[in-house]
């Protein structure tokens, strides 16, 4: 919870210090994009979301759509995210089970309106990564994985591959 918690006081600093405006227009600013980057663990949520098609794909397709999926979830991120300060991030609960753990937070808007955010974690060398999040009790994981299985069936793994490479947003 310690690691997390940091990592996400200092993106609500970020993005409260930047306006909605820039943030519509170019998505997230370089330095909240690093520290994404430092908790986040884009290729596990990949594997995660695309089941067991991760296996079907080679090395180099692997890293296109980690690369590709990464850029989605970043651009959708900085374009929704409303931060104008007053909404708070309460952690209530963390559970360690080994090598994962899971994090309990509710986001506390200004009218005091409450939405469950729940942050899955590994332990990657002693970093406590995310490799899913779970907003009002759906997972991200879960929604991209329908998504995903959706675009699969009716055409295949690598046409979801060249569609995620060519979407402007």
């Excluded at 931060?83 to 209530?92: C, H, L, W």
């Excluded at 309106?113 to 994981?141: A, C, E, F, K």
Aim: charged share 25%; hydrophobic share 35%.
């Amino acid at each position: 919870m310690a690691q997390l918690s940091a990592s996400i006081d200092e993106f609500v600093t970020i993005m409260s210090n930047t306006s909605v405006a820039e943030l519509r227009a170019s998505g997230l600013p370089e330095k909240a994009r690093q520290l994404v980057f430092s908790r986040f663990d884009f290729s596990e949520m990949t594997k995660r979301s695309l089941g067991s098609h991760w296996k079907s794909l080679d090395q180099r397709e692997q890293r296109e759509f980690v690369v590709a999926f990464t850029q989605r979830l970043l651009v959708f991120y900085g374009k929704t995210v409303r931060s104008t300060g007053n909404e708070k991030i309460q952690f209530t609960r963390e559970v360690r089970d080994g090598k994962q753990a899971s994090v309990e937070t509710k986001v506390i808007s200004g009218n005091g309106d409450q939405t469950p955010m729940d942050y899955r974690l590994h332990d990657v060398n002693g970093q406590w990564m995310v490799y899913d999040v779970l907003i009002d009790n759906v997972s991200l994981v879960n929604n991209y994985r329908a998504q995903f299985e959706r675009v699969i069936a009716k055409s295949s793994v690598q046409d979801l591959l060249r569609r995620m490479k060519n979407q402007d947003s």
